[in-house]
């Protein structure tokens, strides 16, 4: 088999079911399965996954155990040569999910793959980044973002200045769409459990680079995100009353204290094949 298009869901019926029929709508031309990892939605995901796609895989979890675990548990249960991580709340073009297929057949050391991701509006979203560094989710927290040396700082972070049209190789990408290949992602060993939520993604790619793999933003094709973030908060009681905010907070923590000493891998710049 070709593809496996993985999918955790968390109390997202609504955008979990559009997800389903837009995947069916969308004339994948490889051969592919789709597998669902539901953690304990109490909204009726699983009922509805069982009345209108009962021949989907669907993997259930009677608690939240967090979007790592319930992601390895799809991939151990995948047939796929290539794995496709996708958000439910993802619009999904026909000829995408080929057409990301085809490249990374054309260029084997590409690990993980993304597409460019544009908002309800059409605007760029900005979904590649540098690694950060304990500065940064301060900066974007606080005040001290606001000033020259922090906005400069975040500029850099957010890659900004990079031409988003551009195929280009990157630190990381956000995890809402990741195509990767499957023995890169066994070389990596999966994704962290220790992440409940948030920079699992981040950490995966630093572990695809420090296995030898390119992790890729490809420009040409694009999807549509509907992106919320759930996390964001302002500075003050926010942050204590987000329950978001907090998971971010801890995943940043277990992420600094995890690669703390260690330098960066080395990230070459490499020509891929069109």
């Not at 992601?71 to 026909?94: Q, T």
């Not at 999910?97 to 309800?120: F, H, Q």
């Not at 995100?225 to 009353?241: F, V």
Request: with cysteine.
């Amino acid at each position: 088999m070709d593809l496996s298009i993985i999918i955790v869901n968390i109390n997202e019926r609504g955008f979990l079911k559009q997800f389903l029929k837009g995947i069916e709508r969308a004339k994948i031309r490889c051969s592919y399965e789709v597998i669902v990892a539901d953690n304990g939605s109490t909204d009726g995901s699983v009922e509805m996954m069982r009345e209108h796609f009962p021949d989907i895989q669907l993997i259930t979890f009677t608690k939240n155990r967090g979007l790592s675990v319930a992601f390895n548990a799809a991939v151990k249960r995948a047939r796929g040569e290539f794995i496709l991580y996708m958000n439910n709340d993802i619009a999904v073009f026909e000829g995408v999910i080929d057409e990301l297929l085809g490249y990374m057949r054309r260029n084997p050391r590409i690990g993980v793959l993304a597409p460019k991701l544009l908002n309800p509006d059409r605007s760029v979203q900005m979904s590649c980044y540098k690694f950060q560094s304990p500065m940064v989710p301060v900066l974007r927290r606080t005040p001290l973002g606001r000033l020259p040396a922090g906005k400069r700082i975040l500029k850099e972070y957010l890659m900004l200045d990079f031409d988003h049209n551009e195929i280009q190789t990157v630190d990381w990408i956000l995890g809402a769409v990741m195509m990767l290949r499957r023995t890169a992602l066994n070389e990596a060993g999966g994704m962290d459990e220790r992440y409940f939520a948030y920079y699992e993604d981040a950490d995966l790619c630093r572990q695809m680079w420090a296995h030898g793999w390119q992790v890729v933003y490809y420009a040409p094709a694009q999807l549509i995100h509907y992106h919320q973030r759930t996390s964001a908060a302002s500075p003050g009681l926010s942050i204590i009353l987000n329950k978001f905010t907090r998971i971010h907070i801890r995943s940043g923590i277990k992420y600094f204290l995890k690669y703390k000493r260690q330098s960066l891998p080395d990230r070459p710049h490499a020509q891929t094949k069109p």
